[in-house]
């Protein structure tokens, strides 16, 4: 998983030059784990109710402000982009019908 | 009109004619919705990974979307606040030169005290 993040800069929080290896491979071992017990957790909240939805992780950060606000910008954005394709397609539908 | 980085905008396929209808897309947007996609687009961990890595984690193929871009986005700013801590860490023991395990696992060691790390429902048989 690490080795995706590096082009997102990562490698420039780490050290101003090559991060050490030993450290990536850290980073990298808390991450899986964080991320396996926030799906462990999340899994949890929703086995009450059933299918595992993206509202049980907000729900588990909650309390954490930043995570809360940045992943609600992240979900607008994303059904900003899935509205915009949509319009897009029928715009140009529109277009092959009006030029025949 | 913005300037667009084309390098940055491909939403993950090769096919030109959904690249094409992207670029289109995007030269439609003003721009502050150009600054909020980009921000969106470095947002962190490859969703086909992170999706993959989901998906073995809860033992479903059926991750979605939004559920990617949510836990890709917690994960790294949790990524961000270990870092962080671990440049305290080293400036309170003036340290200098690449951050170190012993920094990382100090960093953890805080973060899990402030709350910030989830408590394992199944404690570990080996510590």
């Not at chain 1, 050290?15 to 991450?31: F, K, R, W």
């Not at chain 1, 049980?56 to 394709?85: G, P």
């Not at chain 2, 871009?69 to 671990?86: D, P, Q």
């Amino acid at each position: 998983v690490m080795s995706s993040y590096w082009p997102f800069g990562l490698t420039g929080c780490l050290s101003v030059g090559q991060p050490l290896p030993e450290t990536v491979a850290l980073v990298e071992d808390i991450v899986v784990e964080y991320i396996t017990d926030l799906v462990h957790k999340a899994e949890n909240v929703a086995s009450k109710r059933g299918k595992l939805l993206t509202e049980d992780f907000l729900y588990l950060i909650r309390k954490d402000m930043r995570k809360l606000h940045r992943s609600t910008e992240l979900l607008s954005m994303n059904e900003e982009l899935k509205q915009a394709r949509k319009a897009f397609d029928v715009n140009e539908e529109t277009l092959v019908v009006t030029n025949e | 009109p913005m300037e667009v980085d084309l390098d940055k905008l491909p939403s993950g396929t090769s096919d030109p004619d959904k690249l094409a209808k992207m670029n289109a897309l995007l030269s439609q947007f003003t721009e502050d919705q150009m600054n909020r996609y980009e921000s969106f687009r470095r947002s962190g961990f490859q969703k086909s990974n992170m999706k993959k890595l989901l998906a073995s984690i809860t033992g479903s193929q059926k991750i979605s979307m939004p559920t990617t871009i949510v836990v890709s986005g917690i994960a790294k700013m949790f990524v961000g606040e270990v870092i962080e801590t671990a440049r305290i860490v080293m400036s309170e023991r003036k340290d200098s030169g690449p951050i170190r395990p012993c920094h990382i696992r100090e960093a953890y060691r805080r973060l899990k005290l402030e709350g910030k790390i989830p408590k394992r429902s199944v404690p570990r048989l080996f510590r």
